[in-house]
């Protein structure tokens, strides 16, 4: 059984591409269940987000999944090959299993190391799963991508330090405060960076977020969206007194706080920092507000230089990332192999087995005589002998190198116990499989 | 008997230094498991001491550092774990190895002096020690908050900012650090000099009751300490002397008390040589 995945990513296909391919705006479960009926193995995920769609299915012929999913992305969104084949990328078991693996880490994102991807497809494996699509092999490798992510996330720093102003500055005020509970904020001037701002500090639970602008609307508009109150332009030095956490972003072209404005304020403040985040250019406020002791003045360039050296760190922590990811890959490469041994295996029991019961059969009138405690213990004990016989070739046949040296053995094994003409043994499979529990790592 | 805890907080110091490079969550809870057990093996051995010669090991100054040793690891395990910050142990334990050592390289005879035989000196030894190890806490929290706040403030947020604890944490445990050190100490010197008066009249011809004044430096050095952390906390509540300038006064403070404790205590002190 192969892996094999279909996809168009950020990283193969423009916008409007991906937007044409997209299935997390329409029923993805829906888009499933087709998928799986389709297929003889009947396990697929979709995982659609802004970034990417992709198809993972388990086949046993990798050319026809290959044409079949074209097909069905081209009828499933009423489009033309043409619009997209020359986009789509196509990887089969161990490339796939990487892709995966690399997409859950984070290492396949746009800003790299972000941790939203991870839930994105764990959700996508869940929609597969509630509408049993995903079967042994897909929900075993989404379950150890669910590994390879938390692994990533805790082993490296791939998803470490804020990648954008806004969070920076958060994380800012978090190392100047340590909790952010009940600070009060001000927001001088309103403007997108300085909107996301707030509504990250809001999420960590400030205290009241005073807004003020010297257009009333604006301020009022922001209150509004980020559960703030609004007060008049002519209110904001009075404001500055409660604020701890200052945001300006005005469109001034002079500097709207003074050093002798702050001055005021830290004065009253018996040395309690405050920590100005100038977003506007040009700057709002002085830049000799910096020097006073206690205040910590951050400008746009500022806050940029944070976020680009985070982004430089998370790509050093890029290569461990890597390796996390390769060996987990060899790890799920592994297993698929042994499923590969299954069959053989399992005939090679019904053999046994079956030579078992044939014997027991045939000594029938020399057993007939005994207790029936005896004759438990008798089947009891050919029972234990073929187990034993049989524990060190399963062992052996799971953990075959590679596909080649499984074909051989496989072959051997067939001749050794005349296996192929018994009866078949394809559906017994998943019995086998079932008495392996998935090793999730969660 | 001292070698055993020292090889323990040598362990947990190399614990703590790999929790702080890697910060691995792991390598944190190794780091804290490994000190606790230190600080019960120190217990023990202080324990056994107690028991073989009667009463706590204060009188020799080799013993005196050892058991403030105990006292620093097991005040800021009590820091660690009510405030979960780590960071500090990979400052705290270089001194509290340091120290040890020059416990156990330098054996005392734990002999008491008739002069000393007072609960007064208990009270005495034991609130200076816990004032001490208070003070070195608060010492060691300073030097963090300047290292963080230099970061902060010059903007430039690399390998201490991300492990360091936030300036207000440092803030509020170095003012608790220092407001509990100063109540030990007050009470220390307070109890010494009421002990003093009482025993000049008992013993007249005692050398070292005789040199107890503020020209011996172990006495002058611990006036000095007494004032330096008043006016830190006088600073503090009044001016508003908080953040860096407190955190420079807790580390001007310690910077004074091991000088006192150590190369005074040792050579040069006229007032404090019992035996």
């Known amino acids: 059984m192969h892996v094999f995945l279909l996809g168009v990513s950020h990283q193969t296909a423009p916008i409007d591409v991906r937007e044409q391919l997209d299935f997390s705006s329409r029923d993805v479960g829906a888009a499933v269940e087709t998928l799986a009926a389709r297929y003889s193995a009947g396990e697929a995920v979709v995982l659609s987000t802004c970034n990417r769609s992709e198809i993972y299915v388990a086949s046993d012929d990798l050319e026809r999944a290959r044409q079949e999913l074209v097909d069905f992305l081209g009828s499933y969104h009423g489009l033309p090959r043409e619009a997209f084949e020359s986009h789509i990328f196509v990887h089969a078991d161990e490339d796939a299993t990487r892709h995966l693996f690399r997409v859950a880490a984070g290492l396949d994102s746009l800003v790299v190391g972000e941790p939203q991807i991870l839930g994105q497809v764990k959700d996508a494996f869940q929609v597969a ?143 309690e920092p405050l920590f100005i985040i100038d977003i506007a250019v040009p700057r709002d406020v002085e830049p000799s507000v910096g020097e006073i002791e206690q205040v910590f003045l951050y400008n746009v360039d500022d806050l940029q230089a944070v976020v680009q050296e985070n982004l430089s760190r998370r790509s050093a922590e890029i290569s461990r990332a890597e390796s996390i990811v390769s060996e987990e890959v060899e790890r799920f490469a592994a297993w698929r192999r042994s499923r590969g041994a299954v069959p053989t295996v399992v005939a090679l029991r019904q053999r046994f087995e079956q030579i078992r019961r044939a014997e027991l059969q045939r000594l029938e009138h020399k057993l007939g005589p005994l207790t029936p405690e005896a004759r438990a213990g008798v089947d009891e004990v050919t029972r234990l002998i073929v187990e034993k016989l049989l524990l060190a070739p399963t062992a052996h046949l799971k953990a075959l190198p590679d596909e080649e040296t499984q074909l051989a053995y496989t072959e051997a094994v067939n001749r050794l116990f005349e296996l192929r003409d018994e009866s078949p043994v394809a559906p017994a499979a998943d019995e086998v499989d079932a008495e392996q529990p998935n090793r999730t790592r969660s | 008997m001292k070698i055993l805890p020292l090889l323990l907080y040598g362990v947990s110091a190399v614990a703590y230094a790999v929790h702080f490079a890697r910060r691995d969550p792991a390598a944190g809870r190794a ?245």
Request: glycine share 8%; aromatic share 10%; with cysteine.
């Open chain 1, 129 to 271: 799963a509630t509408r049993q699509c995903a079967g042994p092999v897909l929900t075993r490798l989404f379950h150890t991508s669910f590994g390879v992510g938390k692994r990533v996330r805790s082993e490296t720093g791939l998803g470490e330090g804020a990648v954008s102003v806004g969070f920076a500055a958060v994380a800012l005020a978090r190392k100047i405060f340590g909790r952010l509970d009940g600070r009060g904020v001000l927001v001088v001037g309103a403007g997108e960076i300085s909107t996301l701002t707030a509504q990250h500090l809001r999420a960590q639970g400030v205290g009241e977020i005073v807004i003020t602008s010297r257009t009333a609307a604006h301020a009022d508009a922001l209150a509004a969206d980020v559960g703030g109150r609004a007060v008049p332009w002519s209110e904001l030095r009075g404001s500055l007194a409660a604020a701890d956490i200052v945001i300006t972003a005005t469109g001034s072209q002079r500097p709207i706080l003074t050093r002798a404005d702050i001055e005021t304020v830290t004065d009253r403040r018996r040395g």
């Open chain 2, 31 to 275: 780091a804290t498991a490994s000190l606790l057990v230190a600080a019960l093996a120190h217990t023990f051995v202080i324990g056994m001491q107690t028991m073989e010669v009667r009463h706590i090991p204060f009188a020799s100054l080799p013993n005196v550092v050892s058991t403030f040793v105990w006292l620093l690891a097991l005040s800021y395990l009590y820091l660690e774990i009510t405030t979960e910050e780590r960071a500090m142990g990979v400052f705290i334990l270089p001194i509290a190895i340091g120290l040890q050592s020059i416990s156990a390289l330098t054996p005392g005879v734990e002999k008491v002096d008739p002069v000393l035989d007072s609960p007064w000196f208990w009270i005495h030894v034991a609130s200076l020690l816990c004032a001490y190890a208070s003070f070195a806490l608060a010492g060691v929290l300073g030097l963090t908050y300047m290292l963080q706040f230099k970061e902060i403030k010059k903007k430039h947020l690399g390998y201490l900012y991300n492990r360091l604890p936030s300036l207000l944490t440092l803030d509020v445990m170095n003012s608790r650090a220092m407001t509990i050190g100063w109540v030990f100490l007050t009470v220390g010197v307070a109890v010494g000099v009421l002990w003093t008066a009482q025993a000049r009249p008992l013993s007249p011809d005692d050398p070292n009751l005789r040199a107890m004044s503020l020209d011996d430096p172990k006495i002058f050095f611990a006036v000095l300490t007494w004032a330096v952390y008043s006016f830190a906390l006088f600073a503090r509540t009044r001016l508003g002397w908080t953040g860096r300038r407190a955190a420079w006064l807790s580390a001007v403070g310690f910077i004074i008390v091991l000088l006192n404790f150590l190369p005074i205590g040792y050579f040069v002190t006229t007032s404090h040589t019992f035996q």
